[in-house]
């Protein structure tokens, strides 16, 4: 079996990293990134509470400066990406308790 022949199109991979620096604690060794610019799009990794220069969790046991700093995220990564929060067309939102809904959707309205 071959893999199908490449068509020209390109990527570009912003702020990569490996998993093995980023989670020395486990056995993993993938190369990823935090977002990839292919066909004029850009696609986002999951962005939480953690800065993405130091790996410091931000926000510990609160829920509003987390979803700040995942927000921060996600603006930084689209600029460093060359577009910016006016060209989200969709956003997917997990949450590990549905009480904090209000006070995320709260934080993302302001950034949104």
């Known amino acids: 079996m071959s893999a199908a022949p490449s ?3 390109t990527h570009t991979r912003i702020r990569p990293f490996n998993t093995r620096d980023t989670y020395p604690e486990q056995n993993l060794d993938n190369d990823l990134c ?3 610019v292919a066909g ?3 696609y986002l990794r999951g962005q939480i509470g953690q800065d993405l220069d130091t790996r410091e969790s931000i926000g510990i046991g609160d829920v509003e400066a987390q979803a700040d700093k995942a927000m921060a995220n996600i603006a930084m990564l689209l600029d460093e990406s060359g577009s910016s929060l006016r060209d989200i067309v969709k956003v997917t939102v997990y949450l590990t308790d549905i009480r904090f809904r209000e006070t995320v959707y709260r934080v993302m309205g302001r950034w949104l």
């Open 7 to 9: 068509r020209g199109v």
């Open 34 to 36: 935090q977002a990839v």
């Open 40 to 42: 004029g799009v850009v």
